[in-house]
């Protein structure tokens, strides 16, 4: 294993894949202090109608929407990189023709995807951090609900890591699977807005922040843990039935 993912770690060198799950968070973080900076007289009007207890909770709910749109579109576009690889140079024949078991390349290519994804969170987390810190917000940092928002987001996108990286490793037109990818984000957003449609898989990032705003403002979300673990149980599901597919389908 530890050589397949050595493998796949060079193919990946030369992918466009760190600029891709570096550009989200760093364009959230750019927005955001620009935001803070030339109308911030307007932010803490709105953080205090949203009845946030300080502006680091105004921050993580803002961020918690615009991440959630925003990191799901990179987990599209990250997992279509890494299967592209392989299809641009007709190069599943050569790969899967090796005397590796087939879940083993699955595994490999999707553990890079969940490392990438890693690190464009910690850069995210670290924005936040910076932002607060530049732009002088009172109190403690909470480190607490960071470190959950930012995290939890990832356990948050299992599901559609899982599924995004099954269509991009299925199907050779990644055109294809980047739609479904873009179009399943904005829908979520839709579908988080309704009691009745706000389980689907495709509207959890939207909701899985630490901060929600309720009838009484911006306070702790009561429903973080069960999104985490309906994610978790969800993506390992969708990651297993992929792997599965995988190793049964047809080389082209």
Not at 103 to 130: A, D, H, N, Q
Request: hydrophobic fraction near 55%; charged fraction near 10%; glycine fraction near 8%.
């Amino acid at each position: 294993m530890k050589n397949i993912l050595w493998a796949d770690k060079i193919k990946l060198k030369r992918s466009s894949l760190l600029i891709i799950v570096s550009l989200v968070p760093l364009l959230i973080i750019a927005y955001e202090l620009v935001n803070l900076t030339y109308r911030a007289e307007f932010v803490e009007k709105q953080a205090e109608m949203f009845g946030a207890g300080s502006l680091w909770m105004y921050l993580i709910y803002d961020n918690s929407l615009l991440f959630g749109l925003g990191f799901p579109l990179a987990v599209t576009l990250a997992a279509s990189v890494i299967a592209n690889i392989e299809h641009q140079a007709n190069g599943w024949k050569q790969t899967l023709s090796m005397p590796i078991a087939r879940g083993k390349i699955y595994l490999s290519k999707f553990t890079w995807l969940t490392i990438s994804l890693f690190l464009s969170i910690t850069i995210f987390l670290i924005g936040m951090v910076f932002l607060g810190k530049v732009l002088s917000f009172e109190g403690d940092i909470p480190w607490g609900l960071l470190i959950g928002d930012c995290y939890g987001m990832l356990i948050a996108v299992l599901p559609i890591m899982a599924f995004q990286f099954w269509l991009a490793m299925s199907i050779k037109n990644q055109a294809f699977s980047i739609l479904i990818g873009s179009v399943s984000a904005i829908m979520g957003l839709f579908l988080a807005a309704t009691q009745t449609t706000r389980w689907f898989p495709i509207a959890y990032p939207i909701q899985s922040s630490t901060v929600i705003l309720q009838y009484e403002g911006i306070g702790y979300n009561p429903d973080f843990s069960a999104f985490l673990v309906v994610n978790l149980i969800v993506g390992i599901i969708l990651f297993f039935m992929g792997s599965m597919h995988f190793a049964k389908r047809n080389v082209q």
